[in-house]
């Protein structure tokens, strides 16, 4: 399995005019999880099997952020895939994933944004289809531009989530809490596609990720048995 993330970013370093420098960017980080190396989580990664698919439309620096949780996403879902997003011009590769007639794609956002016919709140593609979810992975103000802007999805059917609690994400601030990451988002959908165990093995990822992404940064010691890692335990090889 590869991470597309991770590929995209590559592309992302590749066209950079000048280097990327991010909170924390001087701090030596593994290249394949992105955290401090005494908090690499490399070995925590999980197997688990998933029959719906994700595709990460991302905004221009976002696969470039230590703190992004769509990396995590591509480390758990096989079939992940990942495009830099543009208001002018759309990468042929994505128009070609959602040609191809193995997949059903939802644009996954908020019900209050989209024509009312196109909104739905359960995942059930066309028979011999597999589930493919769009995620605008970006700021919440990016991700509301990316939604009106990207005019070849509108064809598609805007799944629109109800959290029944708030984030639990702690690496970025949102005025919000019923904002969820990337991530959180990505666990909801694999659940109402039948998901559970890709959903629960997600969810796991991120919180061990936070925890070590945090402990890290506030010089905490690492612990691998907490409730978190307990969680996660199950999913890895």
Known sequence: MSNSVARLRTERLARSLKPFVARGSR??????????????MCAWRP?????????????????????????????????NS??????????ERLLALLEDPQWQPYVVFPAEYAEPPRVVQTVEPASGKRPLFILL?????????????SPYLDRF???????EQQSRYRLRRSTRGEHLCTAEVAAMCLELAGDSPAAEALDAY??????RYLGFKRQLPLDEHSAAH???RPFTP
């Open 157 to 163: 059917p805007v799944l629109s989530l109800t959290p």
């Open 82 to 91: 990942a495009f830099g997003w543009s208001r002018v011009e759309v990468d």
């Open 206 to 211: 991120l919180d061990v990720f936070s925890e």
């Open 47 to 79: 197997k688990v099997a998933a029959h719906a698919a994700v595709c990460l439309l991302m905004h221009d620096i976002e696969a470039l952020k230590p703190s992004n949780t769509g990396w995590l996403i591509a480390d758990v879902v096989a079939d």
């Open 27 to 40: 701090i030596p980080r593994c290249a394949d999880c992105r955290l401090a190396h005494s908090h690499c």
């Open 137 to 149: 992975d970006a700021t919440w103000t990016e991700a509301r531009k990316m939604f009106r802007k």
């Open 230 to 232: 307990q969680r996660l």
